[in-house]
């Protein structure tokens, strides 16, 4: 079965601190991972992708087959990246729906 | 183009009554996703489209839910006897189709069932 598991709901970080949200799935098979990002009022949105290998506003994941993780890092915390973060899968192909973990709360304080 | 728009924006129905929802992608997006969220859980998906046809049904879709795209384009999900179980988020996506695994979303139909 597939499944998408972000073990906090909450995380808080002081401005200038390392963030990492974690992000463990379950899929038998070569799945696609991406971590989405809901800010305040605003819409769920594409943060990054595994497949690209991308570095956006600073946040990097690197994709572990071996402990089949996702991990969501930032060296620098900044308070606008205060924001709800959903880690999520798609199938090999990467155009099928996609498994959402439950989403962790990141609190960026000044 | 704004991007996926979803109306309406809130919707309080009473238990058993039947409700619509409406979807309208990107522009030449082939690809057409609901999901729904409640509170404290990820989305969850329920169904998509390629173009019209309806390719894949959550289990999550009762025989009270349908949707629709008939012409391709924009896209209706209907629940009929609504239950108070059913109060939740509904979000619409879209996608290319073809080259693009990202999923651009709507900002999502709250519906109160009392």
């Known amino acids: 079965a597939q499944r998408v598991t972000q073990p906090e709901k909450l995380l808080s970080v002081f401005k200038g601190a390392p963030v990492e949200l974690k992000c463990n799935y379950s899929y038998s098979g070569s799945p696609e991972l991406f971590w989405y990002v809901q800010y305040s009022r605003q819409r769920l949105q594409l943060l990054l992708r595994?497949?690209s290998r991308e570095s956006i506003k600073g946040f990097t994941a690197d994709l572990n087959k071996g402990e089949t993780s996702f991990h969501l890092k930032k060296p620098f915390a900044q308070e606008e990246d205060s924001a709800m973060y959903y880690c999520a899968l798609s199938g090999d192909s990467g155009n099928t729906p996609l498994v959402f973990g439950k989403g962790t709360r990141l609190s960026v304080i000044a | 183009d704004t991007g996926v728009s979803q109306n309406p924006r809130h919707k309080i129905t009473k238990r058993g009554q039947n409700v619509t929802f409406r979807c309208d992608p990107i522009s030449e997006h082939n690809r057409l996703y609901w999901y729904r969220q409640t509170l404290g859980q990820g989305p969850e998906f329920l169904t998509y489209?390629?173009?019209?046809?309806?390719?894949?049904k959550s289990r999550l879709l009762s025989d009270r839910f349908s949707a629709e795209r008939p012409k391709g384009s924009f896209s209706t999900l209907e629940i009929q006897r609504t239950e108070q179980g059913d109060s939740a988020m509904y979000l619409c996506?879209?996608?290319?189709?073809?080259?693009?695994?990202?999923?651009?979303f709507g900002p999502g139909t709250r519906l109160t069932v009392t």
């Open positions: 595994h497949i």
């Open positions: 996506a879209s996608s290319p189709g073809t080259h693009s695994y990202e999923q651009y």
């Open positions: 489209f390629q173009n019209e046809a309806q390719l894949e």
